[in-house]
């Protein structure tokens, strides 16, 4: 092996070790971020484009026949892009409470084309068994590449070890 084959190694080593560093100490040193209801959230995905963005309209919290409540979730998916089209691709969203109660959909978008500096609503229901304490919602787009992807970005809200941005109800 040539010096220079090994120089770069350990060149892309260190780089490793000290990307490594810095995405720990990013995602441990946050804090969890409440955004209150109809405050939009930013999605800033790993190329770094945060013109689409998802707020939370509105709530209504219904009994079910079975004792549990349904929440039915209005968001407006915004996009504040000058000349693009922008894709939203199968949003992915839950509820999460502050016992630590995750709950996904049972019914939700599938996607929009949102124009240059337009809007659309779109509604997330969700059965609960239980009340939840302080509900929130949290909600991620893109595919599964690039959330994967986002996994990995120092800093970013989905990334390892950082605590998401969720959406107040209320």
């Known amino acids: 092996m040539t010096n ?17 560093g ?3 100490y990013a995602g441990l040193a946050s804090q969890e971020e409440i955004l209150p209801a109809g405050t939009p959230y930013h ?3 790993f190329y770094l484009d ?20 349904r929440y039915s979730v209005l968001v407006r998916f915004a996009s ?7 894709v939203l691709d199968r949003p992915v969203a839950n509820l999460v409470d502050d016992m630590g109660t995750r ?3 049972v019914a939700g978008p599938t996607g929009a084309r949102l124009s240059p500096d337009s809007s659309v609503s779109a ?4 059965e609960v068994a239980a009340p939840l304490v302080n509900p929130r919602l949290h909600v ?3 595919s599964r590449m690039e959330r994967w992807t986002e996994r990995l970005l120092i800093g970013d809200p989905d990334s390892f070890f950082h605590p998401p941005v969720t959406l107040a109800l209320r």
């Open 4 to 20: 220079r084959i090994r120089l770069g190694m350990i060149a892309a080593g260190l780089a490793g070790v000290v990307y490594s």
């Open 22 to 24: 810095f995405f720990l």
């Open 43 to 45: 999605f800033c995905g």
């Open 50 to 69: 945060c013109h689409l963005s998802v707020a939370v309209e509105g709530v209504t919290v219904t009994p079910t026949s079975a004792g549990g409540e």
């Open 80 to 86: 504040d892009a000058r000349l693009a089209v922008l």
């Open 103 to 105: 709950v996904g959909p």
């Open 123 to 126: 509604e997330f229901v969700f």
């Open 140 to 142: 991620v787009k893109g």
